[in-house]
Antibody, heavy 118, light 108 residues
């Protein structure tokens, strides 16, 4: 069964770069032609899609975050990563990674809380 | 404000039927894009509940069903159980993936 696990810094200072990694287990990140995605959820609020990395390695980002987001993949480690630059308190959220199955997200990682604070 | 509109909350007694609406527009649901639903139990990650408007992944009880018509979609839950108390989110596409604001289901 495919499992995803987020990891990274839980506390980031304003203006710095948030960095997270999603480790994929139970299957290869390179098989099946799947894309991989990051989604976030501010405390007590709804879900916001951040971006995709396609099987081809190309990326597509939420237009509202595009200038600050980079998603990359490391196939040798079976993982993909998120970098979000110039963070502010508004970027405080639980960050989830997920596999993109056609047009929906399944499965999801358990999520990791990132707090932006000095 | 979310591109897809959901009621903030719904409630029902055990055994009852409840529905959760997801209203979009001609640029997303009305443009023919499918709607997917997720269940988020307290303190956990969202879990896929319905995909492609009305399809249930393996393991999801048939008490859960989805439908789509025009610019809206609905999630119906029959035979309501205490364990169904959760937040429910719809998702579609509008130049990029978009989510509804979420609906909190309370089982009375």
């Amino acid at each position: 069964q495919l499992q995803l696990q987020e990891s990274g810094s839980g506390l980031v200072k304003p203006s710095q770069t948030l960095s997270l990694t999603c480790a994929v287990s139970g299957g290869s990140i390179s098989s099946g032609g799947y894309s991989w995605s990051w989604i976030r959820q501010p405390p007590g609020k709804g879900l916001e899609w951040i971006g995709y990395i396609y099987h081809s390695g190309s990326t597509y980002y939420n237009p509202s975050l595009k200038s600050r987001v980079t998603i990359s993949v490391d196939r040798s480690k079976n993982q993909f990563s998120l970098k979000l630059s110039s963070v502010t308190a508004a970027d405080t959220a639980v960050y989830y990674c997920a596999r993109v199955a056609a047009a929906w997200f399944d499965p999801w990682g358990q999520g990791t809380l990132v707090t932006v604070s000095s | 404000q979310s591109v897809l509109t959901q009621p903030p909350s719904v409630s029902g007694a055990p055994g009852q039927r409840v529905t959760i609406s997801c209203t979009g527009s001609s640029s997303n649901i009305g443009a023919g894009y499918d709607v997917h639903w997720y269940q988020q139990l307290p303190g956990t990650a969202p879990k896929l509940l319905i995909y492609g408007n009305s399809n249930r992944p393996s393991g999801v009880p048939d008490r859960f069903s989805g439908s789509k018509s025009g610019t809206s979609a609905s999630l119906a839950i029959t035979g309501l159980q205490a364990e169904d108390e959760a937040d429910y989110y719809c998702q579609s596409y509008d130049s990029s993936p978009v989510f509804g604001g979420g609906t909190k289901l309370t089982v009375l």
